[in-house]
């Protein structure tokens, strides 16, 4: 089944340690995007790619970054988390930015800071 | 700014309805979605309005009312398994996904 899968499900860091997510899908979209999603709060966009092309939110802070090597791929690093930075990232795709584009989301990475 | 109401919980009994209601103040409007997220997962489609009126989807059914700025979704025969958030977005004019916070339901027997 074509999908979006994510890794690891579940993460444990440090105050301060870095972390890399990553997203993989078989849907060949061109959009991919994360998302922060805290306790009974709605999704937060970070950052999504067109492809190639990188938008950053702007209240995205610089601690977050990522990197889409090629169309399956799609990275979130976090370089140095700090204890609200634990939360759901979730990574989701569609085919184009428009309209009736449906997201399709990954099952999430649960970061834990300590 | 731009904004997405929703009620934060609701309650209802098993095989009952219950309609779950979203408002929303946004730059334009390109579209309505409902998604699904049970507790620790990641939101599922349920559907989509980008006209006025009523879409069925089986046990769901999702309205739009552009001019109120109005939508809800409404789950009839409700079932255990319905207990999840369901979460109202909306996209803008610039094509950008409004999310509002979800609506926990909470469904007895």
């Known amino acids: 089944d074509a999908m979006v899968i994510q890794n690891p499900r579940y993460q444990v860091t440090q105050f301060g340690k870095p972390v890399t997510l990553s997203c993989s899908q078989t849907l060949n979209h061109n959009v991919m995007y994360w998302y922060q999603q805290k306790s009974s709060q709605a999704p937060k966009l970070l950052f999504h790619y067109y492809d190639k092309d990188f938008n950053n939110e702007a209240d995205t802070p610089d601690n977050f970054q990522s990197r889409r090597p090629n169309t399956s791929f799609c990275f979130l690093d976090i370089r140095s988390p700090g204890l609200g930075d634990a939360a759901m990232y979730l990574c989701a795709t569609s085919r184009e930015l428009s309209g009736a584009n449906v997201l399709t989301f990954g099952a999430g990475s649960r970061l834990t800071v300590l | 700014g731009q904004n997405i109401d929703q009620p934060t919980e609701m309650t209802a009994t098993e095989g009952a309805i219950v309609q779950i209601n979203c408002t929303y103040q946004t730059s334009g409007f390109n579209g309505l979605f409902w998604y699904q997220q049970h507790a620790g997962e990641a939101p599922t489609f349920l559907s989509y309005n980008v006209l006025d009126g009523l879409e069925e989807k089986g046990r769901f059914s999702s309205f739009l009312s552009r001019s109120k700025g109005y939508s809800y979704l409404l789950l009839k025969e409700l079932q255990m398994k319905d207990s999840a958030s369901y979460l109202c977005?909306?996209?803008?004019?610039?094509?950008?996904?409004?999310w509002g916070a979800g609506t926990k339901l909470i469904i007895k027997p």
């Open positions: 977005a909306v996209r803008d004019s610039n094509y950008q996904l409004i």
